[in-house]
């Protein structure tokens, strides 16, 4: 795991950034899971601030690899500031109007597990695949919605 700690890791305004890259595969969601929580706990956020981020990570994971095209990589950054945590995830999508919808039972976790969620799209320039994410916020618990 990077030092946060360490001022290489840090930006001018106290932030840390990390970023993860799998394939973008089910079984591997637990290891982005497992590192959304790590870097929660390291920021000093409650137990349950915690909680909710690893849900919602997972959810968000889960959402867009089913979107996902066969050979996708699923990158997670984790821009990690002192009262919140903003993760971005993106899938490189299988079809050309490959989108999220908010329309879902999931979704409705997702709002409900954040403080802020939304999804983008990138049309694939060139014949490439579009780019699809979801990005999230999450405060530390001490801050009020």
Do not use: Y
Not at 1 to 29: H, K, N
Not at 93 to 112: I, K, P, Y
Request: net charge negative; hydrophobic share 45%.
């Amino acid at each position: 795991m990077p030092d946060l700690d360490s001022p290489s890791s840090q930006t001018l305004d106290g932030a840390s950034t990390v970023e993860v890259r799998t394939s973008a595969t089910a079984s591997l969601i637990p290891t982005i899971r497992a590192v959304a929580s790590d870097l929660a706990a390291r920021a000093d956020f409650d137990l349950d601030a915690i909680s909710d981020l690893r849900m919602a990570v997972d959810e968000a994971c889960a959402t867009l690899v089913d979107v996902a095209a066969p050979s996708s990589m699923l990158q997670c950054t984790f821009l990690v500031r002192p009262e919140r945590i903003e993760v971005t995830a993106e899938v490189q999508a299988e079809q050309a109007d490959a989108t999220v919808s908010t329309e879902t039972f999931g979704w409705r976790v997702l709002q409900t597990l954040a403080d802020e969620v939304a999804v983008h799209h990138v049309p694939g320039a060139n014949g490439s695949a579009p780019t699809v994410g979801i990005r999230l916020d999450k405060r530390s618990g001490d801050l009020l919605r």
